[in-house]
């Protein structure tokens, strides 16, 4: 499972930086998606390496933070509920358009993601 666990984080990453470099390439409802992105296949290591278990095909982050193993507080559990959201907003022109017009909430989004994101990455490393 320790390979699965590495392959987890190492996508999640990469997730991250997708959304860093699509921020800066003006793509501001992918920046959203790769956020969600990546706080979902980091997610999904913590379940690999907390419950040794392969993480069920799901794309909701609430799900997948209760099946983490993690103590995730009420705060970083109210930031997952609005970025798992854009995994279905950006597939949807009308949508994104109106979410993504303006830099702010992909800014935002960002933002929320990297300190969700530090803070499991944080509790990965003590386990």
């Not at 998606?33 to 040794?52: D, G, H, P, S, T």
């Not at 303006?102 to 933002?111: F, G, I, S």
Request: positive net charge.
């Amino acid at each position: 499972m320790d390979e699965d666990f590495d392959l987890w984080l190492r996508k999640a990453r990469e997730s991250l930086k997708d959304a860093e470099v699509s921020l800066v390439g003006h793509r501001y409802g992918l920046t959203a998606f790769c956020c969600q992105q990546a706080l979902e296949k980091i997610l999904k290591a913590a379940i690999v390496k907390n419950k040794n278990e392969r993480p069920r095909k799901v794309h909701d982050l609430l799900p997948l933070a209760k099946e983490s193993g993690l103590e995730v507080t009420e705060g970083n559990l109210t930031e997952m509920a609005k970025i798992s959201k854009f995994y279905f907003i950006v597939h949807y022109p009308d949508l994104n358009r109106k979410f993504f017009a303006t830099p702010k909430v992909a800014n935002e989004t960002l933002d929320k993601t990297k300190e969700v994101f530090k803070w499991i990455e944080s509790k990965l490393k003590k386990s």
